[in-house]
């Protein structure tokens, strides 16, 4: 523990930011379709940010079409959702990252 000006053992005090990353289960979408995934953080946690991750075949290339990523009024505010069209030939595996962040006490 810390001293204090007297050298008395004081508590610690104050708190600090902790992040971590989060990646969702992967969501299949077919092609010339729409497709929802959500990544979510801790009950006690609030999505600070996020992204997407795309698994294509090859020969599908990479042409989609992002529709939104982040919040909507309708999710909560411990998930990052990205909302995708798959304008490709093949079906594609995608997933939403989300950066989870909760104020914990500093040790």
Known sequence: MPQG????????????????????PPVTV??????????????????????LLVQ???LNGFNPSLINTGFTPSNAPNMWVVQYH???????LIHASATCAKLVDAS
């Open 86 to 92: 798959n304008a490709g030939e093949f079906q594609v």
């Open 5 to 24: 000006d007297n050298g008395d053992t004081v508590p610690p005090f104050g708190q600090e930011l902790q992040v971590r990353g989060v990646l969702s």
């Open 56 to 58: 294509s075949p090859p």
């Open 30 to 51: 077919q092609p010339n379709s729409f497709g929802v995934v959500e990544a979510v953080c801790a009950p006690d946690e609030v999505a600070t940010g996020g992204g």
